[in-house]
């Protein structure tokens, strides 16, 4: 699907360069909440500090093919809907370009969830509280990171029997509304064993409140996967983890009623359906 509108920002010098001298298309016009989207860009040459301008931030690309760039965006599972622009910049011949690709967000129904839990389960003292704070924290840092593109399409399930369920489900405990579900869950025998969805770094891995046993990995371009509740880990970070790499195995370990896998994805713009990362085609 082509979007394209192409101009030349104003005010800049520079030769004017051609419409028909580059494009940005992207994989859907219409993204749901928690829908990636995969931002292609063609252009006459070789394009120089070329970025991805998405809610308000900037992203690399990777080139595909002299002149083919792709790049990947998200739509958070919290966005608003509405319309929403997607923009590629960067120099071409010396002359500055500016292409941008408008999006109109759908709505997406997620499940509600009322749960009912012992009171020591659903509130927390203040030194839980601040290891929460703290841990959050940790990882938002890492979130912040971005490292050249290493991610391909298609990405790799997490577990042969991928089966995943809650993503998005708005969460009410004992009668409080609480943060949305931002990842699936995968319920599988503990031991099962856990792969890395695409080639990268780890960005962490350690122990953490909720998710007991953590593993994030930087996909780079701001794409991380993130695999909780695991029984044990076999990477430390900053080691590099290649597509199909054995990261751990299936767990009950922190806030976990059972063993499940809670896997989760980001890529720059949010939170985004693993379930949709992972039906990406190949190219
Ligand atoms: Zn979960």
Same mark, same amino acid.
């Given at each position: 699907?082509?979007? @394209?509108?192409?101009?030349?920002?104003?005010?800049?010098?520079?030769? #004017?360069?051609?419409?028909?001298?580059?494009?940005?298309?992207?994989?859907?016009?219409?993204?749901?909440?928690?829908?990636?989207?995969?931002?292609?860009?063609?252009?006459?040459?070789?394009?120089? %500090?070329?970025?991805?301008?998405?809610?308000?931030?900037?992203? #690399?690309?990777?080139?595909?093919?002299?002149?083919?760039?792709?790049?990947?965006?998200?739509?958070?599972?919290?966005?608003?809907?509405?319309?929403?622009?997607?923009?590629?910049?960067?120099?071409? +011949?010396?002359?500055?370009? *500016? @292409?941008?690709?408008?999006?109109?967000?759908?709505?997406?129904?997620?499940?509600?969830?009322?749960?009912?839990?012992?009171?020591?389960?659903?509130?927390?003292? +203040?030194?839980?509280?601040r290891r929460i704070e703290k841990e959050a924290g940790e990882l938002s840092r890492r979130f912040s990171r971005?490292?050249?593109?290493?991610?391909?399409?298609?990405?790799?399930?997490?577990?042969?029997?991928?089966? #995943?369920? %809650?993503?998005?489900?708005? &969460?009410?405990?004992?009668?409080?509304?609480?943060? #949305? *579900?931002?990842?699936?869950?995968?319920?599988?025998?503990?031991?099962?064993?856990? $792969?890395?969805?695409?080639?990268?770094?780890v960005a962490f891995a350690g122990e953490q409140f909720f998710g007991?046993?953590s593993v994030v990995?930087d *996909?780079?371009?701001?794409?991380f996967?993130i695999?909780y *509740?695991?029984?044990?880990?076999?990477?430390?970070e900053?080691?590099?983890?290649?597509?199909?790499? $054995?990261?751990?195995?299936?767990?009950?370990?922190?806030?976990?009623?059972?063993?499940?896998?809670?896997?989760?994805? $980001?890529?720059?713009?949010? &939170?985004?359906?693993?379930?949709?990362?992972?039906?990406?085609?190949? $190219?």
């Amino acid at each position: 699907m082509l979007v @394209a509108c192409l101009a030349g920002v104003a005010g800049l010098p520079a030769r #004017p360069v051609s419409a028909a001298g580059m494009s940005i298309a992207v994989s859907t016009s219409t993204p749901a909440l928690g829908d990636p989207v995969v931002v292609e860009v063609a252009a006459n040459g070789a394009v120089d %500090n070329l970025v991805l301008r998405w809610k308000s931030a900037d992203w #690399p690309m990777r080139e595909t093919a002299p002149g083919r760039y792709e790049g990947l965006i998200g739509v958070d599972l919290d966005d608003p809907e509405g319309p929403a622009v997607v923009a590629a910049e960067g120099f071409l +011949d010396g002359a500055r370009f *500016h @292409a941008e690709a408008e999006l109109m967000v759908s709505p997406r129904k997620f499940a509600v969830q009322e749960l009912t839990l012992p009171k020591g389960m659903a509130e927390f003292d +203040d030194t839980t509280l601040r290891r929460i704070e703290k841990e959050a924290g940790e990882l938002s840092r890492r979130f912040s990171r971005v490292t050249p593109l290493r991610w391909r399409t298609p990405f790799l399930p997490p577990v042969k029997e991928y089966r #995943p369920v %809650n993503f998005g489900a708005r &969460r009410v405990i004992n009668g409080d509304p609480r943060m #949305p *579900h931002s990842a699936v869950d995968i319920h599988l025998p503990e031991g099962t064993p856990v $792969r890395a969805i695409a080639d990268g770094q780890v960005a962490f891995a350690g122990e953490q409140f909720f998710g007991g046993r953590s593993v994030v990995i930087d *996909h780079g371009g701001g794409v991380f996967s993130i695999y909780y *509740h695991l029984k044990e880990y076999y990477f430390a970070e900053g080691q590099e983890i290649s597509r199909g790499d $054995r990261v751990g195995s299936v767990g009950a370990t922190g806030r976990a009623t059972g063993p499940h896998l809670h896997f989760g994805v $980001r890529v720059p713009g949010g &939170r985004v359906d693993p379930t949709r990362l992972l039906a990406l085609p190949g $190219r």
